[in-house]
């Protein structure tokens, strides 16, 4: 009867269970935790809590890491030097379009004739303004293009941290595993010597260990995958202790950070409408070119012992090509442009709108998970601890409820990791990751009154 009643109690608790989740995945200097101390596993328990007062704890750390990764950033560096490009071009449209022309001729005959002459042609169109509007334009892009490889760059580091973070608690948890296991094998091979347990007791331990041995060699191996990808993204070679701690406390969104239209500040709509403007201003350029610039000229010279004076006048004659073509085309490209727009700005509203609902979701899982599942887990574990000193449990019956409890705790390792993943996505959609880590952003000149 008293076996009966305990694995009831042990169903109950696992059904009382909302969701799991376990410690924060790791401590490091320079962040707060909230740690509780009556964990019964011999290991520290952090929880990272999700609050409601908009605030988020940052470790400075982190802020350091990411400007440390743009900088290593060969993206981030081709970016910059894709601005300073656009920078040169916007320049040297606003240079004169077109040069003067110096002109010398000298002819000997019965009489000698001498002249020289300067010829200009003017810009009558303003064909320089339309360039000037078109480099400016493209400019703006770059820019908002370079904001948008920061945005990235930092959004996969951050992901790729959360992944190491995920996979070093887990080892954490398969050590553990391991070490529960080989107490359990040395406790049935002192029972049994004792006579108190059957040898197959005995060879059901040995086994669970060898599987909790194989469990933590495969998540050893996860944890290297991890902290590779977190090399390659980072481009920093370090130790395990020195990358950057995540957020203790993640804030939940305000009512104006979930606003429908906060996700159109993003630097890709922004340089989307950038590059719709340019396209405008090159219908207005492909128009200009169909226009007349006349070229004027002026000359002086010597015939003999006279003194000549002259002026010219040259108007070109669009009669056989009247580039109304060309102005077709760019008032197609200017629609093509367009519509790029409004496909982009549907996918970010969508993409928006997806990951506020999965952090609300996952950070909702996450507080029931600390309000009652992780305190039912740990009782469940003491008490788990406390039959089987006394031997009121079998191996199978322990084996069962301890895979259970552990089985817990991975699937609130993996339930942060989501969470922090989908905080790290809604950060992005809504365009506040440099803002989130306290990172000065470029400012970005954006165009209104798009169709959307």
Not at 60 to 85: K, N, Y
Not at 124 to 131: E, N, Q
Not at 252 to 262: D, G, H, I, M, R
Not at 391 to 402: H, N, P
Request: glycine share 4%; aromatic share 6%.
């Amino acid at each position: 009867m008293l076996l009966t009643r305990i694995f009831y109690m042990g169903v109950c608790i696992c059904w009382l269970l909302p969701m799991a989740a376990v410690a924060d995945v790791g401590t490091s200097p320079g962040i707060s935790h909230t740690t509780d101390t009556t964990d019964t596993t011999d290991s520290s328990v952090t929880s990272t809590i999700v609050s409601a007062t908009g605030v988020d704890k940052v470790d400075p750390a982190l802020p350091a890491f990411i400007q440390q990764v743009w900088t290593e950033s060969p993206a981030v560096q081709g970016a910059q030097a894709a601005i300073e490009a656009a920078r040169a071009r916007r320049d040297g449209a606003d240079r004169p379009l077109h040069n003067p022309s110096l002109g010398l001729d000298a002819e000997r005959t019965d009489i000698n004739t001498s002249t020289v002459g300067l010829t200009q042609t003017l810009d009558w169109s303003d064909k320089r303004g339309a360039l000037v509007n078109i480099a400016t334009q493209e400019e703006q892009a770059v820019q908002a293009a370079f904001q948008e490889v920061r945005r990235s760059t930092a959004l996969e580091a951050l992901n790729a941290l959360v992944g190491f973070s995920t996979a070093r608690e887990m080892q954490k948890l398969a050590k553990h595993r391991t070490q529960l296991m080989q107490t359990l094998v040395d406790t049935a091979t002192q029972r049994q010597a004792a006579g108190d347990m059957q040898a197959l007791d005995v060879i059901l331990a040995q086994v669970a260990y060898s599987e909790a041995l194989m469990t933590q060699a495969e998540v050893e191996s996860t944890l290297s995958e991890a902290e590779a990808a977190l090399q390659a993204v980072s481009g920093l070679m370090q130790s395990p202790s020195q990358w950057p701690s995540l957020p203790s406390a993640l804030a939940l969104p305000s009512a104006q950070e979930t606003e429908s239209t906060a996700f159109e500040s993003l630097p890709r709509l922004a340089m989307l409408r950038s590059r719709v403007e340019a396209a405008r201003a090159r219908i207005s350029l492909a128009e200009k070119r169909g226009r007349t610039d006349p070229t004027l000229g002026i000359r002086a010279g010597k015939e003999d012992s006279e003194t000549l004076l002259g002026l010219s006048l040259e108007i070109p004659l669009f009669v056989r090509n009247s580039f109304k073509a060309e102005a077709r085309a760019a008032s197609h490209d200017a629609i093509a442009e367009e519509q790029a727009y409004r496909d982009a700005y549907r996918r970010a509203r969508a993409y928006f709108t997806g990951a506020l609902a999965r952090y609300q979701n996952t950070s909702h899982a996450w507080r029931v998970w600390l309000a009652a599942g992780q305190h039912a887990q740990r009782e469940q574990m003491s008490l788990l601890d406390q039959l089987w000193q006394v031997g009121e449990l079998s191996v199978t019956d322990y084996l069962i409820q301890a895979k259970q409890n552990i089985d817990t705790q991975e699937a609130a390792t993996r339930l942060l990791g989501e969470t922090r993943q989908a905080h790290f996505a809604w950060l992005a959609a809504s365009n506040q990751v440099e803002r989130w880590l306290g990172l000065a952003q470029h400012d970005i000149e954006t165009n209104s009154g798009e169709s959307k």
